[in-house]
């Protein structure tokens, strides 16, 4: 895994929420790898009831796009296409991201790639929009 920045700069677009109402504790991070790893740490020094998520911020201006694939030996090397996800202002993700094809893939189980880096998978590809792309991740 990569370290990744925004293009926008030194943003903190995402955001990782662990517990409930009141007590909930929410951080802000630059990118989707700290924010993930950032969720199972506080998720294992919590109780084993609490739950987490993490998502884009409400208020970023547009959805961003990530391109991710299953880390080596989750899967044979044919099947490690860079995927496209996007993730939308407001909207809260757990353990899973679903790509344009339609893949669903654990977050356990993926690495995050710039833009342009590994062999893309076509029917991503296919089903991503042309205009208004969302903004990309960077390595």
Known sequence: MGNHSLTTGDARPFVVAVGEGEAARQLTVSDPETAFD???????????DVSGAWGLSAEWPEPISLVVRYRRGVVGETRRAAHIVVMRPGDWHGDTLS??????????????????EGMPCIPCLRRAPLSNTPQQVRA
């Not at 950032?38 to 084993?48: D, F, G, K, Q, Y």
Request: charged letters at 15%; glycine letters at 6%.
């Open 38 to 48: 950032t969720l199972v740490r506080i998720l294992a020094e919590s109780l084993p």
């Open 99 to 116: 790509a344009w094809c339609g893949a669903t893939i654990a977050i356990t189980d993926l690495e995050f790639l710039t833009p342009g």
